[in-house]
T-cell receptor, first 112, second 111 residues
Framework: KAGVTQTPRYLIKTRGQQVTLSCSPI?????VSWYQQTPGQGLQFLFE???????NKGNFPGRFSGRQFSNSRSEMNVSTLELGDSALYLC???????????FGSGTRLTVV | GEDVEQSLFLSVREGDSSVINCTYT??????LYWYKQEPGAGLQLLTY?????DMKQDQRLTVLLNKKDKHLSLRIADTQTGDSAIYFC???????????FGRGTSLIVHP
């Protein structure tokens, strides 16, 4: 059974650009969540999608957005990148509320 | 509000037991989780415990839950160098789909 796949693994962007990150969940998992991980703030919840609908949203500015497709694959987009957006972005999928997450290996975004 | 706290570092000798502690504030927590993150990787679910349990054992791992004190611990028996990683505690409140994570405890195992 394939795990959660995130692409790309590494990304370098300049300030002001926009970026799209991709996540393919485990087959059958309909819930996909995104987290930002930084040394200073730890794991911060961005949003969660279920059946193509954003079900929960964290406390991030509107520059951060996402979507989920009918095959449960998800993308997140960050527009007008800032230096502080440099982080490891983790995607996690789950088969349901009473189960833990399976995380991908993350996308390391560096903004210069 | 929800808050999960862990100490930042723990150093143990190979072969000893490690105990990683976590406290949480939400009394409606239903599930509590332990995740492990190795360098350059995502988080791996190690084990979880439902709030009506007070202990769960899985091979070298023992989870203890003191619901009255809102305290969760993870004991790793016979700690090996391969156990060196960051360990995250997380809790999920009743009615919430989203777990709250602690900042993680960096476990260093030395020979």
């Amino acid at each position: 059974k394939a795990g959660v796949t995130q692409t790309p693994r590494y990304l370098i962007k300049t300030r002001g650009q926009q970026v799209t990150l991709s996540c393919s969940p485990i087959s059958g998992h309909r819930s996909v969540s995104w987290y930002q991980q930084t040394p200073g703030q730890g794991l911060q919840f961005l949003f969660e999608y279920f059946s193509e609908t954003q079900r929960n949203k964290g406390n991030f500015p509107g520059r951060f957005s996402g979507r989920q497709f009918s095959n449960s694959r998800s993308e997140m987009n960050v527009s007008t990148l800032e230096l502080g957006d440099s982080a490891l972005y983790l995607c996690a999928s789950s088969p349901g509320q009473n189960y833990g997450y399976t995380f991908g290996s993350g996308t390391r975004l560096t903004v210069v | 509000g929800e808050d999960v706290e862990q100490s930042l570092f723990l150093s143990v000798r190979e072969g000893d037991s490690s105990v990683i502690n976590c406290t949480y504030t939400d009394s409606s927590s239903t599930y509590l989780y332990w995740y492990k993150q190795e360098p350059g990787a995502g988080l791996q679910l190690l084990t979880y415990i439902f709030s009506n349990m007070d202990m769960k054992q899985d091979q070298r791992l023992t989870v203890l839950l003191n619901k009255k004190d809102k305290h969760l611990s993870l004991r790793i028996a016979d700690t090996q160098t391969g156990d060196s990683a960051i360990y995250f505690c997380a809790e999920r409140a009743r009615g919430s789909y989203i777990p709250t994570f602690g900042r993680g405890t960096s476990l260093i195992v030395h020979p």
